[in-house]
């Protein structure tokens, strides 16, 4: 290679023309386009996968906006370095300015509350424009008064389409590969392992194009794999394998695997992952694919997010692993996961349907004349505390939204649901 700077960081846009994807936010319509335009840009959060581009549009913010640009990078940055820099971002730029200074954070989300509350000062008054990177969603992971002082901007991966373009140009473009006779045969396999990140495509790329000694070279799928696989990076928690391993310990729980789980938790933890990030995807786990076969899983993920935020690393780990072992030992059920699907689903056919008037709510006379609420059963007045009567919409009586799953605990409520309705439901 004739080059050691990386290719992607060779071959990184500079201009909002040369910026591939993410119409929606730098198209010609784009709700970034006009005020990157005019040069008057608010506070930014950057939330999408890795690859997508949130730093290459910082810079471009910057540079088209021709600002100062100051960045940070959460992982090796303290309260000290973000009061460095704002000190100097006060000096290069005016309050209120439209050349305000831009102060780039990336992987916001890894900032802790001491350094998140550093900033705010700096943004409140005007003495810099933040842009904040981020791969994980905002709400959980910027303290709210930072967070209501930005506009939060989705950037969403790339499609194939954008990711064969993005090749294409990489040949054209790029020195190294313009001395090479590239043929892309095969591209299925340099996307899959892509997962949408354009940085990773383009790395895997150029490790296959380096690694053939000859001037001619033929993209397979055959070949990719094989040298990626040799080639097999450690995890890394900033993006490469991020998704990959939480992706396999999330399906090694549903599939009741507690060694696969504890495995690949043990992955991310030696590979630096957020604790905090395990703990929520667990809690998010223990309701869509345990849900009520067995209703503690939720109560011990959710108070496991507490401990690890209480207890912090490195005796966290040890509460993480009892609770994916526990989780992956508990019976499987995605039946309140699927109904709440269905009952969406339901809801975008049919629309605002009205609400049954025995079930409405009657705060005032004129709706009590209306019959609101005047045929409503309470319930707790009849035997077995039920009585009988319809709770959905006319159109959708009779529908069946909840199908309780093959499990000890949803079979007694299929038996309780159908010694109730009979077979209005089909229980």
Known sequence: MNNNKPLAERIRPKSLNEYLSQDHLIGSNGSLTQQIKKGIIPSLILWGPPGVGKTTLANIIASESERPFYTLSAINSGVKEVREVIDKAKQSGGLFTAKNPILFIDEIHRFS????????????????????????????????????????????????????????????????????TILLKETESLLKLSGGDARKLLNIFELVVSSQDHEKVTITNDLVSKLVQQNTVRYDKTGEQHYDI?????????????????YWLARMIEGGEDLKFIARRMIILASEDIGNANPTALILANNTFQAVNTIGYPEARIILSQCAVYLSSSPKSNASYMAINEAQKLVKQTGDLPVPLAIRNAPTKLMKELGYGEDYKYAHDYQNNFV?????????????????????????????????WGDKYGY
């Open 388 to 420: 009988n009567q319809e709770f959905l919409p006319e159109e959708i009586t009779n529908t069946k939204i909840y199908n309780p799953g093959d499990n000890q605990r949803e079979k007694s409520f299929r038996t309780f649901l159908k010694s109730r």
């Open 246 to 262: 939480i992706s396999a310990f999330i399906k090694s729980v549903r599939g009741s695997d507690p060694n696969a789980a504890v």
């Open 113 to 180: 509350k001491s350094q998140q509350d550093s900033l705010l000062g700096a943004v409140e008054k005007g003495w810099i424009t933040l842009i904040g990177a981020t791969t994980e969603n905002p709400s959980f992971e910027v303290i709210p008064a930072l967070l209501s002082r930005c506009q939060v901007y989705t950037l969403n991966p790339f499609g194939k389409k954008e990711l064969e373009t993005l090749l294409k140009r990489a040949m054209d473009e790029d020195k190294y590969l313009q001395s090479k």
